[in-house]
């Protein structure tokens, strides 16, 4: 059974880091590869980064250079530092697999005040 747990949202003001931490169950995460992905109100849920099993990471175009995705097979959770970050950042973020497993966690809330 799947289960992902977020952590480390909260109030920043802009161009402030945040570092979010998912903390991740399955026995096959280790060969998964991980994503974040965030959901803005009235928005769409839109893919952020994601990191292989072999830790080769992609970014959206949208936080290229500010946000890096890691990851710790061992300990099986995945990191997003996101630093200079922007109003139009406020989402809750959440982790999955890429392609995405059927559950979802609660995601962690991250609000840029300008």
């Known amino acids: 059974q799947v289960q992902l747990v977020e952590s480390g949202g909260g109030l920043v003001q802009t161009g402030g880091s945040l570092r979010l931490s998912c903390a991740a169950s399955?026995?096959?995460?280790?060969?998964?590869?991980m994503g974040w992905y965030r959901q803005a109100p009235g928005n769409q849920r839109e893919l952020v980064a994601r990191?292989?099993?072999?830790?080769?990471?992609n970014y959206a175009d949208s936080v290229k250079g500010r946000f890096t995705i890691s990851r710790d097979n061992a300990k099986k959770t995945v990191f997003l530092q996101m630093g200079s970050l922007k109003p139009e950042d406020t989402a809750v973020y959440y982790c999955?697999?890429?392609?995405?497993?059927?559950?979802w966690g609660q995601g962690a809330q991250v609000t840029v005040s300008s």
């Open positions: 990191i292989t099993s072999s830790g080769i990471t």
């Open positions: 999955n697999a890429v392609p995405s497993y059927t559950y």
């Open positions: 399955g026995r096959f995460f280790s060969t998964n590869t």
